[in-house]
């Protein structure tokens, strides 16, 4: 069966948010607990991630108008929300008018259960016995209670996949989400498998408002992977590069 891919593919990480910044300070500070007020999914940006998501706006603005994103795909999580909302007014991208967006609950950041709001510290010493689970099992498939592995995450992925080629075939389609989102994707479109996306991931975090991009290869009938964590745009404006794991997180293997 023939897969109508759009002809552009843009998946870009929600810039820097103040869960990142209280997540860095605990850790710094050998802290169990992140101190920040917010819900996850109300966490918001930082003054540097909305200068982030500006800067990106104005990469995207740079394009001629025939090469920019013509579908806006967002996380409902505050932070990604924010960044795609900064991105389209610095581009002069109207929703509505010039491209359609939409909210998708599929693209919202990895559930984290009874570890959300842990550091790294806070969870050996709060929940050793899954500390020592998620060593054993790996984090593609370590589930802790109340939340999700990479894996279910890719499973929520796969039907967003298969509306975006239902849906979207031959447009230019932009993903505003998170970053073990970003990772999950790549899982999905290039067909890695446990150990490949796991390599890529111990590789470092996926630094904010970076650009993951792919094109549509008509001859092979797929998309072929363009850009990798792709900065240039933060680089050029002066927006300082930040890459630190979302939070809540869990320690890497």
Same mark, same amino acid.
């Given at each position: 069966?023939?897969?109508?891919?759009?002809?552009?593919?843009?998946?870009?990480?929600?810039?820097?948010?103040?869960?990142?910044?209280?997540?860095?300070?605990?850790?710094?500070?050998?802290?169990?607990?992140?101190?920040?007020?917010?819900?996850?999914?109300?966490?918001?940006?930082?003054?540097?991630?909305?200068?982030?998501? *500006?800067? =990106?706006?104005?990469?995207?603005?740079?394009?001629? +108008? #025939? @090469? %920019?994103?013509? &579908? /806006?795909?967002?996380?409902?999580?505050?932070?990604?929300?924010?960044?795609?909302?900064?991105?389209?007014?610095?581009?002069?991208?109207?929703?509505?008018?010039?491209?359609?967006?939409?909210?998708?609950?599929?693209?919202?950041?990895?559930?984290?259960?009874?570890?959300?709001?842990?550091?790294?510290?806070?969870?050996?010493?709060?929940?050793?016995?899954?500390?020592?689970?998620?060593?054993?099992?790996?984090?593609?498939?370590?589930?802790?209670?109340?939340?999700?592995?990479?894996?279910?995450?890719?499973?929520?992925? *796969?039907? =967003?996949?298969?509306?975006?080629?239902?849906?979207? +075939? #031959? @447009? %230019?389609?932009? &993903? /505003?989400?998170?970053?073990?989102?970003?990772?999950?994707?790549?899982?999905?479109?290039?067909?890695?498998?446990?150990?490949?996306?796991?390599?890529?991931?111990?590789?470092?975090?996926?630094?904010?408002?970076?650009?993951?991009?792919?094109?549509?290869?008509?001859?092979?009938?797929?998309?072929?992977?363009?850009?990798?964590?792709?900065?240039?745009?933060?680089?050029?404006?002066?927006?300082?590069?930040?890459?630190?794991?979302?939070?809540?997180?869990?320690?890497?293997?």
């Amino acid at each position: 069966m023939k897969v109508e891919w759009p002809s552009v593919l843009w998946i870009a990480r929600h810039g820097q948010s103040a869960g990142n910044v209280a997540r860095d300070a605990a850790e710094a500070a050998g802290l169990a607990l992140i101190d920040i007020e917010f819900r996850d999914i109300d966490t918001p940006l930082s003054d540097l991630g909305m200068e982030q998501s *500006r800067a =990106l706006g104005r990469w995207f603005a740079q394009l001629p +108008a #025939n @090469e %920019r994103p013509e &579908v /806006v795909l967002c996380s409902p999580y505050i932070r990604a929300r924010d960044t795609a909302r900064l991105l389209l007014e610095t581009a002069g991208m109207q929703p509505g008018k010039h491209v359609r967006m939409r909210m998708d609950e599929r693209l919202r950041e990895k559930e984290f259960g009874v570890l959300d709001r842990l550091t790294r510290f806070g969870i050996k010493e709060k929940y050793p016995d899954l500390d020592h689970q998620r060593g054993h099992v790996g984090k593609f498939y370590f589930r802790p209670p109340g939340g999700e592995s990479w894996c279910d995450v890719i499973l929520r992925l *796969r039907s =967003l996949t298969e509306m975006i080629t239902r849906e979207h +075939a #031959n @447009e %230019r389609v932009l &993903v /505003v989400a998170h970053q073990v989102i970003v990772n999950c994707m790549r899982y999905l479109i290039e067909n890695l498998d446990e150990a490949q996306i796991l390599a890529i991931d111990k590789m470092g975090d996926v630094p904010n408002c970076a650009i993951t991009s792919y094109r549509r290869d008509h001859a092979a009938d797929a998309l072929a992977l363009d850009l990798v964590n792709f900065i240039a745009p933060l680089q050029q404006s002066g927006a300082p590069v930040t890459a630190a794991p979302d939070v809540p997180a869990a320690p890497k293997p």
